[in-house]
């Protein structure tokens, strides 16, 4: 593949010493042009030259070719920026210096003729496959096009091939539903894959690394970054959604056909009552969530990140190579690596060496953890909030009697058995994210390529001094940072939590808009909005969901249907408690609602403290966590089976296809 491209260490400053590099860079620039015309920097052109005058060879000197220049791996200094710095020196001492073009001999015009041979052997051709030094980028980067055997002879794991630097904002890459994240090579023509590339454009550096592994099906990524990028316009869309109808059916625009009996400390009334504010709230946020690709870049902050299907060119195979092996530079220029953590993410060496490589080359950076689970647990309460939201808004109308409503929440507990059940094994997937950086072993990774394998390991060898320091590192001080960033991200963040209770919102301001439309006294409207939309919902559901999940996470290694069932008792019990106590309150007066949603608040304070200190905790009366391989860890969700999906549905996965990294 080429002679191996000369390296210099890190932090030193390199310069021109007889067609070599001089570490310490400490050089009278006349006496190093004069030991570079002895190396064979200048050719000899005939013997006229001799007769020049001392000017007449300045000028020559100064026209020399650049491409007689040796490559080097770092900013050479060329023969005319030394010129420039010795223009001071008279020209009658800097000819002292330098020998007299006569005294080249054939040899050494010979030597140099090999050299810049065996340079230009190395000079990139037009597919970039080569080591191309000295072209420097806009930021003052310069741009080295390695081959894989020249980067591995070279040691050079973390430069930077700025030609090829391409990114794509995440949000874009969410486009079509997120084809992107659904690539699969063995189902996509040659066209379209070439297509994938015109997605990126050239960039100088990254926000955001996104590092994952193609083991893991797309869907649960294209859900993750759905909401990670675009809760905010879900929330926008549902207060749109909220002030249109209420505006609508204030005009009465939108009929309400249901009717809401209300029995309140002196007021007795049926009131009108609708769905249009729950239907359409809901139905704004799943579009908000979908119109997160086509918001213009002004509306949020710079997402422009390097995802490897898009930004590595999935057809040229020279080209692919290049992106693929230039992983380390690309994680030099990134701002924050992202890692979409999924069970098999640690089995996948190219995974571990995304890691490996930021810790060491891009120190500074942000490393952040985000498991996919967290995002499908959101989901699945999502949905389950919003069946429930219009099973408590019909109970709340003329056909729910008091006797409906109890025996319709009871009956609630069979989706809330399930949903249970569904969460202790997402929560699962946390606790075995700690437990496989305990038991981390580089040489148990798997890897598709041999040389990959060499390639890696070997830049882990220089980075860390032994493969045995790295294993140590990742049990040690990086499961540390891991289980710090997941404790203080808390189980929920806020952000999910308000997603999580907007759609209970939603019925509480369904009832307070038929109150206030069947002409209801002021009292009674404030006492509502106290009662149910600050204490009931505000309040008290968002601790039952925070409450709900510390014990699926305590009690996540517990995967029998006994302990979900006593979990799922404990929860409905607590809910059905605080909804029979708001309606009690309600309908007893003022004072009521007030000291029951002050009660309320102390308990959500208490819930957030539990939540918080307990987070990343585990239960002291559980033994060691299952030690289990990455692929198996999950046997009862869709993680498991969706690698043995996409290892049958692709070849080239199995095989270690360049853009995939598998």
């Known amino acids: 593949m080429g002679a191996a491209a000369p390296t210099c260490s890190e932090g030193s ?24 015309a002895q190396s064979g920097g200048l050719e000899h052109k005939d013997a006229t030259e001799e007769k020049e005058t001392p000017v007449a060879k300045l000028a020559t000197i100064r026209s020399a070719p650049p491409q ?38 054939a040899d050494s015009v010979a030597n140099s003729s090999q050299r810049h041979s065996r340079v230009s052997k190395m000079s990139p051709s037009r597919s970039g496959s080569a080591l191309s030094g000295g072209r420097r980028s806009g930021r003052g980067m310069f741009s ?20 090829l630097a391409r990114g794509i ?74 002030v249109l109808s209420i505006t609508l059916c204030v005009l009465e625009v939108l009929p309400m056909p249901l009717l809401y009996e209300v029995e309140s400390f002196g007021f007795n009334k049926q009131c009108p009552l609708g769905f249009w504010i729950l239907s359409s709230s809901c139905l704004g946020m799943v579009l908000g969530l979908l119109s997160t690709p086509y918001w213009p870049d002004s509306c949020s902050r710079s997402d422009m990140s390097f995802i490897d299907v898009a930004s590595i060119h999935q057809l040229d195979l020279t080209l692919m190579e290049r992106g693929v092996f230039g992983i380390g530079g690309w994680l030099r220029i990134s701002k924050e690596l992202r890692i979409l953590w999924s069970a098999p993410y640690l089995s996948r060496l190219w995974c571990v060496f995304e890691l490996a490589a930021y810790k060491k080359v891009n120190p500074l950076g942000k490393l952040t953890v985000r498991p996919l ?46 949903l249970t059940h569904f969460l202790k094994q997402n929560f699962f997937e946390k606790h075995q994210l700690i437990a496989h950086l305990e038991t981390f072993d580089l040489d148990e990774v798997g890897c598709s390529q041999e040389f990959d394998r060499a390639f890696i390991h070997a830049a882990i060898e220089k980075w860390y001094g032994s493969k045995e320091a790295f294993t140590d590192f990742v049990r040690g001080e990086l499961k540390m940072e891991v289980s710090t960033a997941i404790s203080s991200r808390r189980r929920f963040p806020l952000q999910y939590l308000l997603l999580i209770s907007l759609p209970i919102f939603s019925v509480s301001l369904e009832l307070l808009l ?39 996470d305590h009690f996540a290694r517990h995967l029998s249907h006994a302990w979900t069932l006593a979990v799922t008792c404990v929860i409905a019990a607590c809910g059905g408690t605080g909804m029979s106590l ?17 009660a309320a608040l102390l308990v959500a304070i208490l819930a957030r403290w539990l939540d918080g200190i307990s987070c990343g905790i585990a239960c002291s009366c559980c033994g060691p ?38």
Not at 14 to 34: K, N, Q, Y
Not at 144 to 163: G, H, N, P, T, W
Request: some cysteine.
């Open 582 to 598: 708001a309606r009690v309150a309600w309908k007893n007066g003022l004072a009521y609602t007030v000291i029951y949603t002050l």
């Open 514 to 552: 038929a109150l206030w439309m069947a002409g209801a006294p002021q009292e009674h409207v404030v006492s509502f909005f106290i009662c149910n939309f600050m204490g009931l919902n505000l309040f008290l559901f968002s601790s039952t969901v925070l409450v709900l999940c510390y014990m699926c």
């Open 625 to 662: 966590w299952p030690q289990t391989d990455g692929m198996t860890a999950i046997p009862v969700t869709d993680s498991a089976r969706g690698v043995s999906t996409i290892l049958e549905s692709s070849q080239e996965l199995r095989e270690g296809a360049f853009g995939t990294r598998s």
């Open 144 to 163: 080295l096009a390695m081959s894989k055997s020249q980067r591995f002879e070279s040691q050079c794991y973390d430069a930077v091939d700025i030609e």
């Open 13 to 36: 400053s390199c310069s021109v010493r007889g067609g070599g590099l001089d570490p310490e860079g400490d050089v009278d620039p006349v006496e190093a042009l004069g030991t570079f």
């Open 373 to 418: 689970f967290m995002e499908r647990m959101l989901a699945s309460l999502w949905l389950a909030v919003v069946s429930y939201s219009f099973f408590y808004l019909l109970t709340q109308s003329r056909m729910g009697s008091d006797t409906v409503f109890y025996v319709g929440n009871a009956l609630c507990t069979v989706p809330l058995y399930a």
């Open 169 to 242: 904002s995440i949000r874009r890459s969410l486009r079509g539903f997120g084809r992107v994240w659904r690539y699969n090579p063995s189902n996509w023509t040659p066209q379209e894959r070439a297509k994938l590339y015109q997605l990126s454009r050239n960039v100088e550096s990254f926000r955001v690394f996104l590092s994952h592994t193609w083991w893991t099906p797309g869907r649960w990524k294209i859900l993750s970054l759905f909401f990670q990028c675009g809760w905010q316009y879900a929330i926008l869309f549902w207060l749109l959604a909220t």
């Open 68 to 105: 007689e220049m040796p490559v080097l791996c770092c900013a050479p200094t060329s023969p005319q920026s030394l010129l420039q710095q010795s223009m001071s020196i008279s020209v009658e001492e800097m000819m002292n210096k330098i020998p007299s073009l006569a005294s080249l001999t």
